[in-house]
Nanobody, 115 residues
Framework: QVQLVESGGGLVQPGGSLRLSCAASGIRFSIYAMNWYRQAPGKQRELVAGITSDGSTNYADSAKGRFTISRDNAKNTVYLQMNSLKPEDTAVYYC?????????WGQGTQVTVSS
């Protein structure tokens, strides 16, 4: 059974930081591309950052310079370090794992940026 379990969300003030984690099980984690998406109320889900099996990364323009995606294949975990958070970063953040036609999602973790 494949599981992607996110953690690390919460309430943070503007300018603060959070680190999201996504622990994977039931897949050969090291061969999967891993991604973080987010969905704000009333908006479509959007890609925030991705990391390939060989460690190449890509970011949405809104995340560049503030967010860092990384992975630890020994722990089957992908991370999203988020710095300089803004109110517009408020959303549910989802972990996604992809390998050819395999496409798995976590249940999401809420991030709220507010003073």
């Amino acid at each position: 059974q494949v599981q992607l379990v996110e953690s690390g969300g919460g309430l943070v003030q503007p300018g603060g930081s959070l680190r999201l984690s996504c622990a994977a099980s039931g897949i050969r984690f090291s061969i999967y591309a891993m991604n973080w998406y987010r969905q704000a109320p009333g908006k479509q889900r959007e890609l925030v950052a991705g990391i390939t099996s060989d460690g190449s990364t890509n970011y949405a323009d809104s995340a560049k310079g503030r967010f860092t995606i990384s992975r630890d294949n020994a722990k089957n975990t992908v991370y999203l370090q988020m710095n300089s958070l803004k109110p517009e970063d408020t959303a549910v953040y989802y972990c996604n794992g992809r390998f050819f036609t395999d496409n798995y999602w976590g249940q999401g973790t809420q991030v709220t940026v507010s003073s």
